[in-house]
């Protein structure tokens, strides 16, 4: 069973109305559509925005649904030059900004009495989906690696220079790390996909619902041929 994970409801209708087979439950207040696509058992679900309903939204999918992989998919704001608006961004590992415990000592980002600073993801779901990519969206540019996540939406210059300063991460979002941090602790492989929205300074224009819808199609294209290669 593959758990396919938006924090918005764009992010997942596509994915929703694609499915075969539906049976929805609904679980700490998030619905739950479980059915096949692509030929491939899945569960696909609206968190809603934020570390924490991503987070428990992956406990769910761990402890009723026995996932053995866990796809987040949606929008992020990019944190380098060469990552533009409708871009994709696969992630190599995720780490929370906001955590700061550096009055014990600890680096920015890094959880008290955690191993690392950030979370692994797996390396062949982001293999196949770079390989999907390229299948369903050719001419969109695909970049891997370090994806920031926090209960922020960046739209400030300076944050956005104090974040790549910090952690030289690829994007930034609002989800991607709690639900590595859940998988992780449940042994769960996981991947974030992300599509870029906007830059996560203040040069957020008036296109952005333009955009985002953009980003959006991108990431469920790419999913939607993800899961019937798996
Ligand atoms: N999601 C899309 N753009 C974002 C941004 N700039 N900051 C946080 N989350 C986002």
């Known amino acids: 069973m593959i758990g396919i994970i938006g924090a918005m409801e764009e992010e997942v209708n ?12 609904t679980k700490a207040s998030m619905e739950f559509c479980r059915g096949r696509l692509s030929g491939k058992d899945i569960v696909v679900v609206r968190s809603g925005i934020g ?3 991503a987070g428990i939204c992956t406990q769910v999918l ?17 944190l380098n030059a060469q990552i533009n ?4 961004v696969l992630s190599t590992d995720v780490l929370q900004h906001d955590v700061d415990a550096a009055a014990f000592g600890y680096p920015a980002g890094q959880i008290p009495r955690m191993d ?40 400030d210059k300076e944050k956005k220079e104090w974040l790549i300063k910090t952690f030289g991460g690829l994007c930034t979002e609002m989800e ?28 957020a224009s008036m296109d952005y619902p333009a955009f985002e819808a953009k ?5 469920v294209a790419l999913v939607k041929d993800m899961v019937g290669r798996l």
Do not use: W
């Not at 596509?14 to 439950?25: D, I, N, P």
């Not at 050719?138 to 960046?154: A, Y």
């Not at 941090?181 to 040069?203: M, T």
């Not at 980003?215 to 990431?219: E, G, L, N, Q």
């Open 14 to 25: 596509q994915l929703k109305s694609a499915m075969e087979e539906v049976s929805v439950e």
């Open 51 to 53: 570390k924490v309903n």
């Open 62 to 78: 761990a402890d009723f649904y026995s996932v053995n992989a866990v796809i987040n998919t949606g929008i992020a704001g990019s």
């Open 85 to 88: 608006i409708g871009d994709i």
């Open 116 to 155: 690392s600073l950030s979370f692994q993801a797996d390396r062949r779901l982001a293999d196949c989906a770079e390989e999907s990519c390229r299948r369903v969206n050719p001419d969109i540019k695909t970049f891997k690696g370090r994806v920031l996540s926090g209960d922020q939406f960046v739209a």
């Open 176 to 203: 991607g790390a709690a639900i590595g941090q859940a998988s992780y602790l449940n042994g769960i492989p996981f991947l974030i996909v992300r599509a870029i929205s906007d830059k996560a300074d203040d040069s």
């Open 215 to 219: 980003a959006i199609s991108h990431t």
